[in-house]
């Protein structure tokens, strides 16, 4: 039987955004591959629970073609919603040994000059958790291919770096990247963060900020520059403390921006104009 929904956190003071979103991947919607269990109702479901906590808008990010497609949409049938297309780090070996990456960048390419509600070529960088070292040079290709297709559509440009921060991190500094860097579910330490901050990156952090063992992380927040700072949850993974390994939602970002203004000393209200305020420089606002 799957693990219960957590219940909704108390409401925000003011609105925030998630600013990282896989809804598609949330029981009951068919890309996703979550199961049998169709009990989820769906987007409409999960904006109106986010908004009654007043997490009102959501970045629903797409990481294949499937999702990327789902994901612009989306952001076509939601007000509240805009996009973000990529071929995830993962999906690059993948598709090079099947012989279609070049044809799946350039779709990619398409669905991020397609409308104006996709606001963002990511999630894309290294991971080199689940790759193994055949994939990399693979995996950079496409990140730079990513960074390019940003670049030159003048979209944000979303990361995902999973154990390879030095190379993510040579990548952009050897690349022209576009105005707008976000750093996704940021897992790096205060150094990284002070490197990312000096050069004008968002730094976004989700649910794990919140973990008994992040220490690292909270020390990574605690330097962070207000003006750079986003939060996300990742859904449906990363779900935060207390209520780790059952499903997550947009509706459970209180608990996180909460837990960020503990670290950072400041009230509420502060940290949620903040947020809002930063979501709208990353992605324009909507």
């Known amino acids: 039987m799957p693990a219960a929904?957590?219940?909704?956190?108390?409401?925000?003071?003011?609105?925030?955004?998630?600013?990282?979103?896989?809804?598609?991947?949330?029981?009951g919607e068919p890309h996703a591959g979550a199961g049998p269990d169709q009990s989820w109702a769906g987007p409409a479901q999960a904006l109106a629970t986010a908004a009654a906590v007043n997490v009102t808008r959501v970045v629903q990010i797409g990481c294949d073609l499937p999702g990327a497609s789902?994901?612009?949409?989306?952001?076509?049938?939601?007000?509240e919603v805009v996009a973000a297309v990529a071929l995830h780090p993962n999906e690059a070996?993948?598709?090079?040994?099947?012989g279609v990456l070049d044809e799946a960048l350039a779709e990619i390419d398409r669905l991020a000059e397609s409308s104006d509600r996709v606001r963002a070529v990511g999630e894309t960088g290294l991971d080199h958790y689940r790759t193994g070292g055949d994939g990399h040079a693979v995996q950079?290709?496409?990140?730079?291919?990513?960074?390019?297709?940003?670049?030159r559509h003048a979209k944000a440009l979303v990361i995902h770096d999973r154990d390879a921060h030095a190379d993510v991190l040579r990548v952009l500094d050897d690349m022209q990247v576009p105005e707008c860097v976000v750093f996704h579910c940021f897992?790096?330490?205060?150094?990284?963060?002070?490197?990312?901050?000096?050069?004008?990156?968002?730094?976004s952090f989700a649910g794990t900020v919140t973990f008994a063992n992040a220490a690292r992380l909270r020390e990574a927040l605690s330097v962070t520059p207000m003006d750079r700072l986003l939060v996300e949850t990742d859904a449906p993974f990363l779900t935060p403390h207390p209520y780790r390994g059952r499903p997550n939602?947009?509706?459970?970002?209180?608990?996180?921006?909460r837990r960020i203004a503990e670290v950072l000393g400041t009230d509420l209200e502060t940290t949620?104009?903040?947020?809002?305020?930063?979501?709208?420089?990353?992605?324009?606002?909507?």
């Open 249 to 257: 939602g947009s509706y459970l970002v209180p608990i996180t921006v």
């Open 140 to 151: 950079e290709a496409s990140f730079r291919a990513h960074v390019e297709m940003a670049r």
């Open 70 to 79: 789902w994901a612009v949409d989306a952001a076509q049938r939601f007000p």
């Open 187 to 203: 897992s790096g330490d205060a150094a990284m963060a002070v490197h990312c901050a000096e050069r004008g990156w968002f730094i």
């Open 5 to 27: 929904d957590p219940p909704a956190p108390e409401r925000l003071p003011l609105p925030v955004t998630d600013t990282h979103c896989h809804m598609d991947m949330a029981r």
């Open 93 to 98: 070996p993948r598709l090079a040994a099947e």
């Open 272 to 286: 949620c104009a903040v947020l809002q305020r930063n979501t709208n420089r990353a992605f324009g606002p909507w």
